[in-house]
């Protein structure tokens, strides 16, 4: 392959086209903006230029949000993808069309906001779920949980380890506090959970000795009515909360139209992302000492002539190219520099 040598290149524009010139040397693909850290390491330079700011964090930003919103489609709405697939034809005006990309990402911000929902109401369910199993052990106790005392006695419910013997734990119980009962309410491989009630002036006895044995309280937050009623209770949120879900499931489903639109986006995300990273490569005049109107850009660097121009290989979503038609001419900006003025 042969060299192609490069040919340095100077130019001078307002600031206000400063926009413009980047767009259409995008669009030339035959330069590149190369750091300016040799051009700020003069100190005469230095001490008039600044180096400009893009908004390479607010593109970054948009891209990964568009990508997401993607994923969620091919998860929520899959489509099979064919092996072999034309890719559609985009003119330069559409590619380019701001007010078309503002939508989307108007779309895509429904999209996040329904996604948001899905999480909130699993975490919902998870939490409605977890109670619901806490309570399964007493379920088959028919008092309400909440019932912690009468005028003289405490009521407590707690766990004791399944290896436990009830029946020399009672004895020690009976020891240590005579008014006191323990009730057996379930058991199962890990634990026996138990009801304790005492007159309230042995309470302190009265848990010591089951503490003895491995003792611990329930704690079932103080729900009111009974273990089963709350289960059931459970299980109709969980109906609820199952139900709400799945709908804002199909509202993202229903975003399916969007899927084309959304990978055009990213490929003008990526476009505009290289935008931006060589913007924050430009360098600019502190204090002007023209009139606004006057401000102009100055660039150095290099061109490449003939028909050697690297183009911008932009990677679209799941591995897909740009759609064709215009990027084919794309390229990345080869060795330029521009000092607004």
Request: aromatic share 4%; with cysteine; charged share 30%.
């Amino acid at each position: 392959m042969a060299i192609v040598h490069m040919k340095k290149l100077r130019l001078m524009v307002v600031r206000r086209q400063k926009d413009e010139l980047l767009r259409d040397l995008m669009l030339l693909g035959c330069v590149q903006i190369s750091e300016p850290d040799a051009l700020l390491a003069d100190a005469e330079s230095a001490a008039v230029l600044r180096q400009e700011s893009g908004n390479v964090t607010e593109v970054r930003s948009e891209l990964t949000r568009l990508t997401a919103a993607l994923k969620l489609l091919d998860k929520y709405a899959p489509v099979k993808s064919r092996l072999l697939s034309s890719r559609p034809e985009v003119t330069e005006a559409d590619f380019l069309d701001d007010g078309a990309y503002r939508q989307e990402l108007d779309a895509v911000a429904q999209i996040e906001e329904l996604e948001a929902a899905v999480r909130r109401y699993n975490g919902e369910e998870a939490k409605l779920r977890s109670n619901m199993e806490a309570l399964r052990p007493w379920q088959t106790l028919d008092l309400p949980l909440d019932l912690g005392e009468t005028v003289r006695t405490r009521i407590s419910l707690g766990m004791l380890p399944a290896a436990v013997d009830l029946a020399e734990t009672a004895k020690a119980l009976a020891d240590a506090a005579p008014e006191s009962q323990l009730y057996e309410i379930s058991s199962d491989k890990e634990q026996h959970y138990v009801l304790l009630i005492c007159l309230k002036e042995e309470l302190t006895e009265a848990i010591t000795a089951l503490r003895a044995s491995g003792f611990t309280l329930a704690n079932l937050n103080g729900a009111p009515g009974t273990a089963k009623q709350n289960i059931e209770d459970a299980q109709q949120q969980i109906a609820d909360v199952t139900r709400r879900r799945e709908q804002a499931e199909t509202n993202i489903a229903a975003f399916a139209p969007h899927r084309d639109a959304f990978k055009l986006c990213i490929d003008r995300a990526s476009v505009k992302l290289g935008r931006a990273e060589a913007e924050e490569r430009l360098v600019g005049q502190t204090q002007p000492q023209r009139a606004p109107a006057k401000k102009g850009v100055c660039l150095f660097g290099e061109r490449q002539t003939g028909n050697g121009l690297v183009t911008a290989d932009i990677q679209r979503a799941q591995g897909n190219k740009p759609a064709a038609g215009i990027f084919q001419n794309l390229a990345v900006l080869h060795k330029l520099r521009l000092l607004v003025r």
